[in-house]
């Protein structure tokens, strides 16, 4: 497994990260529990040090599973994965939701995650996003406070424009940066984040690498999902038998490489400097094996162009 610095931090950490999302079981309907543990635990054993969760996957649930994950056989998998956790959302006593990284509600996250994760100090901790009324400032600080007290290793920001980052670094030196990139969607490198982070020392984890679905080794139209699945109703009609067409051109391409096209998406992303990993949500340890794959493959400028070029016609832009 190829692993890289976490910021100015001592953490070398895997390119492959392994996300917790659909554990948690929101938007994803049935998901099997049996299914996201072995996945975890096949993910840790194959070289994957950091899962990547978050308070508001299942409310709880994703980072209850990965306790049971860790702890289970003996706890021997301890030790071996740290977690990054996010906050931000979370579901009242009334069962309303709650948007908030207000000082009063972090010390409930900080609480909160700490348990459900079983441990005494929480290795990562991101804040999900701005919650629009708590300043930048304010939700940065309370994050930076419990770091310096003892409490959390590493922090960091989740889908922050560039002026959050810019006024989230003043308040406090961050370690990581969690905005998505991906083939489909390469803002981050194109507004200036991308160069703000490197200049900082600020890691880079990206999530939507896969395009939900749209970069898997097989396409699956509408039909094939179930109807609680959005892909249900977006993969179909004439650009969806467009993007089938792209998704033939890149075939080509992976081929060349001796790559699938998701490994493709994977290391398109890995080959851009300043990203520092890549957050997979990988279902089956099937899954997992065939992206952890990618691990360190790297493509050279010309591949990286003829990618893009490819997928842009694909989306039609
Ligand atoms: N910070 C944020 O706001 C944010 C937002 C979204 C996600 N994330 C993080 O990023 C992680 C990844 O989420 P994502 O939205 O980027 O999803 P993704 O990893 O692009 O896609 C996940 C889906 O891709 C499919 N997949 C993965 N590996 C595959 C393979 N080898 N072959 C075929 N299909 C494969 C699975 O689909 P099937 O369901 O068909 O099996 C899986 O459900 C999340 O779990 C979460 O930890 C963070």
Known sequence: MHCAQMGDTDFKVSDIVHGTYKAGGQDWG???????????????????NLIDTATG?????????????????????????????????WQGPDEEMIRSLSPETQAQFL??????????RLDVVLLHRDDTVTPIETAIE???????????????????????????????????????FTLLEASL?????????????ISIGVYGVLGKGRLAPGLKDAGEYPSWDSRSKSHAGPKWERWKRAHAELQKVAERQSLSVTQLA?????????????????????QAEHNIAASGVRLSKDVLD????????????
């Open 30 to 48: 049935a998901v099997n529990d049996e299914d996201s543990i072995a996945t975890m635990k096949y993910c840790i054993d194959n070289g994957v």
């Open 57 to 89: 996957y299942g409310m709880g649930r994703a980072e209850r599973l990965i306790r049971y994950a860790l702890d289970d056989e003996d706890g021997k998998r301890r030790g071996k994965t740290k977690v990054m956790t996010k906050w931000y959302l």
């Open 111 to 120: 609480v909160g995650s700490k348990k459900r994760l079983g441990v005494d």
């Open 142 to 180: 309370t994050l930076a406070k419990y770091q310096s007290e003892g409490h959390i290793d590493h922090i960091g920001a989740s889908n922050y424009s560039l002026e959050h980052l810019e006024r989230a670094q003043k308040a406090a030196p961050l370690q990581n940066y969690q905005p998505r």
């Open 189 to 201: 490198r194109d507004d200036g984040r991308l160069d703000f982070c490197r200049e900082h020392h």
């Open 266 to 286: 994977i290391a398109w992303v890995l080959s851009h400097p300043g990203i520092t990993f890549a957050i997979i949500g990988a279902s089956t340890p099937e």
């Open 306 to 317: 003829e990618c893009e070029a490819i997928v842009k016609e694909g989306l039609g832009k």
